[in-house]
């Protein structure tokens, strides 16, 4: 079992920056990636970081602006947003444990955090 806890979520104005951080309870050779979910849609893979190679892999809507990481010495995986859009105002979700299929379906993940909210607005 792995528990997972988001924390830099906020309101920032367009064009500006945020780092997202997931620590997870424990050390685990297991794949991470971050959802988000706005109000009345549904939830959307951003980024993935696999940890075989490290490879990582992002949304065509955040390719470019994000840089998802991670720091093993600390369980922790973040996700650097940058250029921020309003259409990056979501609650983002850090999700782990990848079981196969496509990255970006919520359903391929056993773990889950609580959430971490993050509006964008001038």
């Known amino acids: 079992q792995v528990q997972l806890v988001e924390s830099g979520g906020g309101s920032v104005q367009p064009g500006g920056s945020l780092r997202l951080s997931c620590a997870a309870s424990?050390?685990?050779?297991?794949?991470y990636a971050w959802f988000r979910q706005a109000p009345g849609k549904e939830r959307e893979g951003v980024a993935a970081?696999?940890?075989?190679?490290?490879?990582?892999y992002y949304s065509n809507s955040v390719k470019g602006r994000f840089t998802i990481s991670q720091d093993n010495a600390k369980n922790t995986v973040y996700l650097q947003m940058d250029s921020l859009k309003p259409e990056d105002t979501a609650m983002y979700y850090c999700?782990?444990?990848?079981?196969?299929?496509?990255?970006?379906?919520?359903?391929?993940?056993?773990?889950w955090g609580q959430g971490t909210q993050v509006t964008v607005s001038s």
């Open positions: 999700a782990a444990d990848f079981r196969g299929g496509q990255w970006t379906d919520p359903g391929n993940y056993n773990y």
């Open positions: 424990r050390y685990s050779k297991i794949s």
């Open positions: 970081i696999f940890f075989r190679g490290g490879r990582t």
